[in-house]
């Protein structure tokens, strides 16, 4: 990007604050234990077995098996083994990339983007069909249309299978799940476009459940597999459900998600740093419930959530490739992270999505030393040595942090962290730091 900022030396020079000044920072994690499946093959056998629908199927029927877009660690263990046991019951199933615009809302983007998630035909054992193609289906109380993809309604049926957790946009019985990756997921750039458009106006807590119900009712949906992982990424549950009992159970998961997402461990910070944001993190780039942070149209801030001054990120995730929506979630970026950002899939993403300013470039600094002198200025703190500050690798690891020294007295007193000794934080010759993760 062909943009000049200030450098060091003039930014940090308008703060009289070195770096000598700042607290210490020590690690912190949480120790406390998560639920978690011994065998995740296992539980997706089981899962599978619950979908009578299955059994309705005659040999050699072909099944679109939905594979989305975001870093779920034990998904392409559950996408293989629902490969498996499908081909093994004389079915013939395909893995359908179902993520919206996402991979820059083309065939071989989508395709690219399951990749780098460690999704590939190798890994699942079978083809995975790629096409933007869709059809409309039906269409809303507003008369707006509803998009299948024609992939999934060439094919005998469909297994949904999604991850179950409270969504970054918006509060509600139906968030990220089965019912939106059926909405989102089957309807492909034009579904999940239409969708957005309609949330616009209605709010998504109206229109995922409707549409969600016109494509069950529609499509050949069979039932659906759903995840549901603890606060250090792995599977907890895994839950099958016919078609007629999605939209009936899912809210459900969601409530049981929710006593399981990752938070941080400390609700008030005058400065978060995030190591990397990436859409495999989450669909913003950054959790929305964990930074307390929603700036969506027509949607009320998150409630309870954490108290956070500023936010300053690092860097932007090779999986995202250049996708940055989110980015305007921060306060702060580190001129590297610009420089990764593809501005044509972050606007086309956010053209989808509806909400520009999400993708509004931040104050740009040129090192995390930047960064941190300018919190003396930004925060409000008295003095910089109390600054309440954290560091975490993203928002998927929220149980591994540095924090400042006014934080790890708090955190001290936790009952299910363990914090080491305090130590100055280490910069390299350009500013910045050196992390250990």
């Not at 020590?26 to 296992?42: I, N, W, Y």
């Amino acid at each position: 990007m062909d943009l000049a900022f200030p450098g060091r030396e003039r930014l940090e020079g308008a703060d009289a604050v070195a770096l000598e000044d700042l607290p210490a920072f020590a690690r912190a994690t949480r120790v406390s234990g998560q639920d978690r499946l011994a065998d995740v093959p296992a539980a997706t056998r089981a899962a599978l077995a619950a979908i009578d629908r299955i059994e309705d199927l005659p040999d050699g029927a072909e099944v679109a098996v939905t594979a989305g877009s975001r870093g779920i660690h034990d998904m392409p263990e559950v996408l293989s083994t629902l490969v498996g046991t499908l081909q093994e019951r004389g079915l013939s199933p395909f893995v359908m990339p179902a993520m919206g615009s996402h991979g820059g809302a083309t065939a071989a983007g989508q395709v690219e983007t399951l990749e780098s998630l460690g999704v590939t035909e190798s890994s699942v054992g079978c083809e995975i069909r790629s096409s933007m193609d869709v059809e409309r289906v039906g269409e809303d109380e507003d008369g707006r249309p509803v998009f299948a993809a024609t992939d999934a309604l060439e094919a005998d049926g469909i297994l949904l299978v999604n991850r179950v957790k409270p969504h970054t946009d918006y509060a509600g019985p139906y968030e990220s799940g089965l019912a939106k990756m059926a909405v989102v997921g089957l309807g492909k750039h034009r579904g999940a476009e239409a969708m957005h458009n309609a949330a616009l106006a209605r709010g998504f807590q109206e229109v995922i459940p409707e549409r969600a119900e016109i494509l069950l009712e529609e499509t050949p949906v069979v039932g659906g597999v759903a995840l549901l992982e603890n606060a250090q990424e792995r599977a907890a549950e895994i839950v099958g459900l016919d078609a007629g009992e999605i939209m009936e159970r899912e809210p459900e998961l969601l409530e049981r998600a929710a006593e399981l997402l990752p938070m941080l461990p400390v609700e008030d910070l005058d400065l978060l740093i995030v190591d990397e944001m990436g859409k495999e993190v989450s669909g913003t780039g950054l959790d929305t419930n964990v930074i307390g942070r929603q700036r969506f149209h027509g949607q009320p801030e998150p409630d309870g959530g954490p108290e956070i001054t500023r936010i300053y990120v690092r860097s932007l995730t090779p999986a995202s490739h250049g996708n940055a929506l989110g980015m305007g979630l921060a306060d702060f970026v580190h001129r590297d992270l610009v420089a990764d950002v593809d501005f044509g899939d972050t606007y086309v993403n956010i053209a989808t999505s509806g909400e520009p300013v999400r993708a509004k470039l931040p104050f740009v600094v040129p090192a995390d030393a930047t960064a941190l002198t300018l919190a003396n200025s930004t925060t409000g703190v008295q003095s910089i040595a109390d600054l309440r500050a954290a560091v975490i690798e993203n928002t998927l690891e929220t149980d591994d942090l540095l924090v400042s020294a006014p934080v790890a007295e708090e955190l001290a007193h936790h009952p299910d962290v363990e914090v080491g000794p305090l130590e100055p934080l280490s910069f390299d010759e350009g500013g910045d730091l050196a992390l250990p993760w």
